[in-house]
């Protein structure tokens, strides 16, 4: 094809006709030109399709993160009932009945039992190694953003101060109470058996700590709920792009 022209171009300037010789480069600047442009068109339409798709890729792994952590938070809410329940026993017996016995030491262990902060993150650390941009819809980014750069933090900062207040408490447990040795692998179990009831009942920072901890049980599970209604609400815009593309 180069050589096509090449003798077209050689035909009309051995021939003198600079007229149409200039007209003809003209033509083949625009040919080229325009060629260029369909190719560049072409590229970026498969890029553009290599991007839907891995958007695409991305977004599944994203609600499959969902719908796990929905599970999970779950279960953590489930076992923070669990606590609460046996903190309202303690309190109840401490400060009305006053009465010990053995079963009531599951609950002086369980009381201590906090939730960690655990959920699927990879769809979210593809989409911010592949760029957010790659995810064209501005609504469903923001409410990826939003999940875990705002909620899933608020649990995990929670949850440390939670840790905190109860490791400035641990040395004064253990002065009130003795912890059984356990292997951890069912929680629900777990003892601690006072040294002496009537220390605890007359114990305020012990009284102090179960009413404390009580609250933030209950601000704990508030925080998963609403991480739970965020999912769900991630889960159907997932759905609603994919659906669309």
Same mark, same amino acid.
């Given at each position: ?5 090449r003798k077209?171009? %050689? +035909? ?7 007229g ?23 590229? +970026? ?12 890729? @991305?977004?599944? *792994? ?7 952590? $929905? ?28 009465? %010990? ?32 941009? $790659? ?8 409410? @990826? ?6 909620s %899933? ?15 400035? @408490? ?15 692998n ?32 209950? $601000? *704990? ?6 991480? @739970? ?9 997932? *759905?609603?792009?994919?659906?669309? +593309?």
């Amino acid at each position: 094809m180069i050589k096509f022209f090449r003798k077209i171009r %050689y +035909n009309l300037m051995s021939e003198n006709k600079t007229g149409k010789y200039l007209k003809y480069a003209i033509g083949e600047i625009i040919l080229v030109m325009v060629g260029i442009l369909l190719a560049l068109q072409v590229n +970026n339409w498969n890029e553009g399709r290599k991007d839907i798709k891995k958007a695409h890729e @991305i977004l599944i *792994d994203v609600k499959e993160n969902a719908e796990f952590n $929905i599970i999970q938070f779950k279960k953590d809410i489930e076992e923070n009932k669990n606590v609460l329940n046996s903190i309202d026993i303690l309190l109840n017996n401490i400060t009305v009945t006053k009465i %010990y016995n053995d079963s009531l030491d599951r609950h002086f262990r369980f009381a201590t039992w906090w939730s960690t902060s655990r959920w699927k993150s990879s769809g979210y650390e593809a989409l911010i190694f592949n760029g957010v941009d $790659i995810i064209k819809s501005k609504k469903l980014r923001n409410a @990826i953003i939003d999940l875990y750069e705002i909620s %899933y933090p608020e649990i995990i900062e929670n949850t440390r101060l939670n840790e905190g207040n109860w490791s400035s @408490i641990f040395p004064s447990f253990l002065e009130l109470m003795y912890r059984e040795p356990s292997d951890f692998n069912t929680v629900n179990q777990h003892k601690a058996k006072p040294f002496n009831y009537q220390e605890i009942i007359e114990s305020r920072l012990y009284k102090s700590f179960l009413s404390f901890s009580r609250s933030q049980r209950f $601000i *704990d599970i508030q925080m998963r709920e609403y991480a @739970i209604e965020k999912n769900a609400e991630l889960i159907e815009l997932i *759905d609603e792009e994919l659906n669309n +593309n």
